[in-house]
T-cell receptor, first 112, second 111 residues
Framework: AQSVTQLGSHVSVSEGALVLLRCNYS??????LFWYVQYPNQGLQLLLK??????LVKGINGFEAEFKKSETSFHLTKPSAHMSDAAEYFCAVSGANSKLTFGKGITLSVRP | DTAVSQTPKYLVTQMGNDKSIKCEQN?????MYWYKQDSKKFLKIMFSYNNKELIINETVPNRFSPKSPDKAHLNLHINSLELGDSAVYFC??????????FGPGTRLTVL
């Protein structure tokens, strides 16, 4: 069975500061891992995904994530936060039948 | 050109009523899903269909019945609505790399 842990519910950073959103996973098979972003009153949009190719994955809007098997982690980073990055971020792992198991999400706030 | 669309976007109804939400995808994907997002933003899968066949049926009350007339459509019918059914319902479809594409959501409010 798959599971995802996103610690904390809210992260606040200043504009221009580093963004780090943590994700740890549990999977009985080599995982596919995803980060999705949800802006207010919208659906989920794919930021990036890991599918067993390069361990450092680059996504949209300047985000990237590194797959670390030894730590069972897939943390999301962005060097410099922008006001438009304020949103809800979800980490997910896929399993049988392409079923996605999501973490509980984390709210990112960006202070001017 | 919308990839995954849902109607309606908002649905307000009384307890005990029956309602439907429609979903269509024009991505050519074989597999579609329904998710429920509760007030704490937690996302939980409800159903999955692959080419009109049910493949995932999580522990969802049998008041919820999905129907897939063809692989581009997956509708959700809910009987005897309850207060606890209030949530945002998302439809999604997936490509061959397990990447899921989500619709804009339907916010259901049961009064």
């Amino acid at each position: 069975a798959q599971s995802v842990t996103q610690l904390g519910s809210h992260v606040s950073v200043s504009e221009g500061a580093l963004v780090l959103l943590r994700c740890n996973y549990s999977s009985s098979v080599p995982p596919y891992l995803f980060w999705y972003v949800q802006y207010p009153n919208q659906g989920l949009q794919l930021l990036l995904k890991y599918t067993s190719a390069a361990t450092l994955v680059k996504g949209i809007n300047g985000f990237e994530a590194e797959f670390k098997k030894s730590e069972t982690s897939f943390h999301l980073t962005k060097p410099s936060a922008h006001m438009s990055d304020a949103a809800e971020y979800f980490c997910a792992v896929s399993g049988a039948n392409s079923k996605l198991t999501f973490g509980k999400g984390i709210t990112l706030s960006v202070r001017p | 050109d919308t990839a995954v669309s849902q109607t309606p976007k908002y649905l307000v109804t009384q307890m005990g009523n029956d309602k439907s939400i429609k979903c269509e995808q024009n991505l050519g994907h074989d597999t579609m899903y329904w998710y429920k997002q509760d007030s704490k933003k937690f996302l939980k899968i409800m159903f999955s269909y692959n080419n009109k066949e049910l493949i995932i049926n999580e522990t969802v009350p049998n008041r919820f019945s999905p129907k897939s007339p063809d692989k581009a459509h997956l509708n959700l019918h809910i009987n005897s609505l309850e207060l606890g059914d209030s949530a945002v319902y998302f439809c999604a479809s997936t490509d061959l790399t397990d990447t899921q594409y989500f619709g804009p959501g339907t916010r259901l409010t049961v009064l």
